[in-house]
């Protein structure tokens, strides 16, 4: 069964101190990698679509990077603004279902 | 801008009482979806349209209904919903089906009395 898992659940860092998100996969077959980022009471805002195994994608503080079983959100310097719950989604090969498959997200608190 | 707009963002219905979400989009994409999404949880999907053509999925309950009367809105019908059902609903939309970033609205907070 594809399986998309995100660690820590909730993480809490001081402004500036740089941390990483995870989110394993187990898909079979992997046609695309998102990151996005949720704000409470909104819907996910997209940040990064990743394709291939050695690909990174960065954008402000944040870098995405993706290995064959994983990828990592990094956080460099992180604001307050920053706060928000990250999520994950994997697009695996699927015959006949086009469904991307979720991780439950990281919540993320950076404070001032 | 383009974007993706839903209405309303906050819906009170009663118990029973049938209800219906909107859904616009200005990308002109052809791939309209709607996700559940519970506290704490994944977004769960519970349809999409390629155009015209509806795609359920298995688990979604008879219960949700959907609509798409051209290319631009799509409209989410519950029509007895219950307690469980109380969610925020959430509109995305994409290109195509493959490989294809979904872009979602704003969501629709659903509460049930």
């Known amino acids: 069964e594809d399986q998309v898992t995100q660690s820590p659940e909730a993480l809490r860092l001081q402004e500036g101190e740089s941390s990483s998100l995870n989110c394993s996969y187990t898909v079979s077959g992997l046609r695309g990698l998102f990151w996005y980022r949720q704000d409470p009471g909104k819907g996910p805002e997209f940040l990064f679509t990743l394709y291939s195994a050695g690909e990174e994608k960065e954008k402000e503080r944040l870098k995405a990077t993706l290995t064959k079983k994983e990828s990592f959100l990094h956080i460099t310097a992180p604001k307050p603004e920053d706060s928000a719950t990250y999520l994950c989604a994997a697009d695996p090969y699927q015959g006949g279902s086009e469904k991307l498959v979720f991780g439950k997200g990281t919540k993320l608190t950076v404070n001032p | 801008d383009a974007m993706v707009i839903q209405n309303p963002r906050y819906q009170v219905t009663q118990f029973g009482k049938p209800v219906t979400l909107s859904c616009s989009q200005t990308l002109n994409h052809n791939v309209m979806y709607w996700y559940q999404q519970k506290s704490s949880q994944a977004p769960k999907l519970l349809f999409h349209?390629?155009?015209?053509?509806?795609?359920n999925e298995a688990d979604t309950p008879d219960n949700f209904q959907s609509r798409r009367p051209n290319t631009s809105f799509c409209f989410l019908d519950i029509r007895s919903p219950g307690l469980g059902d109380a969610a925020m609903y959430l509109c995305?939309?994409?290109?195509?089906?493959?490989?294809?970033?979904?872009?979602f609205g704003p969501g629709t907070r659903l509460l049930v009395l």
């Open positions: 349209y390629y155009d015209k053509d509806f795609n």
């Open positions: 995305a939309t994409s290109r195509g089906l493959s490989q294809e970033t979904q872009y």
